[in-house]
């Protein structure tokens, strides 16, 4: 396997890091801790790259709090300046590298791809198995919190040989002490985690010949004739999570694909699409959220009108017409479209 040299000047150049600051501002410039770094925009930005070129960049200190929608997590946010910012040169440079290691059948946080090609992709493998034929359900228990970092930097390390990366990658990974922990709220987050279960999925691709497998962070879904199969997969998938990848299943089931198949926001039938009932509530209470938001001139029209789309997205790739109607959204998207 080609390991990855000379990344690091890529990463801490000037022009980067203006790219990485435009991309961590997104949906956000409306906050004063970004106005106030762009009142010395550019004395900021050398500022950052010196801190890295000099190595006396150390990740800060995480504020921690708890979230309880769509279910309890415990969330670490960073600054802005420099954290955010820095996490965003990085992943410029690393992403295409990591995103060339991914199966094809892995969607989360990828260009291009994403909740709905994995929903549509997995509507091919529900026809393709056909009406009779079975899922294998399964999802990591505490998947963010129970990564180990030394597996995770093991991993990282098989394709990036360059040591002042590996020495800004150490830093993130190892920024929670206590041997475990990939912080939610981090950017770089979902990528380590899709390395880290891409294991498992060059496994079952490639080792162990699974057809009809598709993932989404730490849901996973296999599709086979057999329940038989699918039952000793089971048995077998959660004995290789805990010996290669020190991971615990919190759910594992098998039932046939007619029940209907709960992944991604979405019930998939063989011949239609439903909105998961928890997702419509979410919806509901997201666009209450971001009106109250938009009129009191704490979000700007542009990042409105963003969550507005994100919803009307997800509704298009489903039977949600009347769903759409209930929730007013085609009319508010007019009034926001209309308004200067």
Aim: with cysteine; charged share 30%; hydrophobic share 35%.
């Amino acid at each position: 396997m080609k390991r990855h040299g000379n990344l690091f000047n890529k990463i801490a150049n000037e022009e980067n890091i203006y790219l990485a600051y435009t991309k961590a501002r997104r949906g956000r410039r409306w906050q004063d801790t970004i106005k106030d770094f762009e009142k010395d925009l550019d004395n900021n930005i050398t500022k950052i790259c010196e801190s890295l070129i000099n190595k006396t960049y150390t990740t800060s200190p995480y504020v921690v709090f708890p979230i309880f929608e769509p279910k309890h997590r415990l969330i670490y946010k960073l600054p802005f300046n420099p954290d955010r910012i820095i996490q965003h040169a990085l992943m410029n440079i690393v992403e295409p590298i990591w995103d060339n290691l991914l199966i094809q059948d892995t969607y989360a946080c990828r260009q291009g791809m994403g909740v709905h090609s994995g929903s549509k992709r997995t509507m091919d493998f529900i026809r393709k198995v056909g009406r009779e034929g079975y899922v294998l359900k399964m999802d990591i228990s505490k998947f963010y919190p129970s990564l180990n970092h030394d597996i995770l930097f093991d991993i990282v390390k098989k394709k990036i040989k360059c040591k002042d990366t590996l020495w800004l990658l150490e830093d993130i990974i190892y920024s929670v002490k206590g041997g475990y922990n990939v912080p939610i709220g981090n950017y770089t987050s979902q990528w380590f985690g899709n390395l880290y279960m891409n294991e498992l999925d060059q496994h079952m691709k490639h080792d162990i010949g699974i057809k009809y497998y598709i993932r989404y962070c730490d849901d996973f879904l296999l599709f086979h004739e057999d329940k038989r199969f699918l039952n000793e997969m089971k048995q077998y998938i959660e004995s290789y999570l805990k010996s290669e990848l020190d991971l615990t299943l919190s759910k594992a089931d098998v039932f046939p694909i007619s029940h209907g198949v709960d992944f991604l926001g979405y019930r998939h039938f063989h011949d239609y699409i439903l909105l998961r009932k928890n997702t419509a509530k979410r919806f509901k209470k997201r666009i209450k959220e971001v009106s109250y938001l938009y009129k009191t001139g704490r979000m700007d029209k542009s990042s409105y009108m963003s969550s507005l789309a994100s919803m009307k997205g997800v509704l298009k790739w489903c039977n949600g017409r009347n769903l759409s109607k209930s929730l007013g959204l085609e009319q508010l998207w007019k009034e926001v479209k209309d308004a200067p």
